[in-house]
């Protein structure tokens, strides 16, 4: 082989405005993607009013406390189509309860939030058919068991195939 059958390739300006063009171009289609996404999804709105919220905080771990010394422990199950809730007191009874409002919301965004109403069943289990998407859930249930306020069970599940995991 000789040395004029080999053909040497230079670096044009040609070839650095394309490669200019395509970083670019790379860097503003990712930028104009993350910014659509990040419109279209969690609002990053916590609460309403941060002011009011923070007055209100004291109170509401007061109730929080007293809420935890009664020792009673809520079961609530997610299967099957199904979402139910009882409540046992520290002997592990059933507390007696006058309604259950439950409110499925999802820690990124609001569009996927849903309360239910769990109707009575026996022995004092509450329940109602529904069936979250699979994913993080933040479950807030209001139980009126006669206290001068809802007894409030919060906690962050995770659903898989229909079943909390």
Known sequence: MSAQSQKSREFTGRHMLLT???????V???NLTMATLASTSWTGLVVENTYVASQQFNEKAKEGRAQAALGWTGKLTIASGNVRYSLSDAAGKSVLMNGVKVLFRHP??????KAITLASGRDQEF?????PKDGVWIVQIDAD??????????R????SKGAIQ
């Open 20 to 26: 200019i063009l395509g970083f670019f171009g790379v």
């Open 127 to 131: 329940s109602t058919r529904h069936t």
């Open 145 to 154: 068991a006669g206290l001068a306020e809802p007894y409030r069970d919060v």
């Open 28 to 30: 503003i289609g990712v």
């Open 156 to 159: 962050r599940i995770i659903i």
């Open 108 to 113: 990124a965004y609001e569009a996927e939030d």
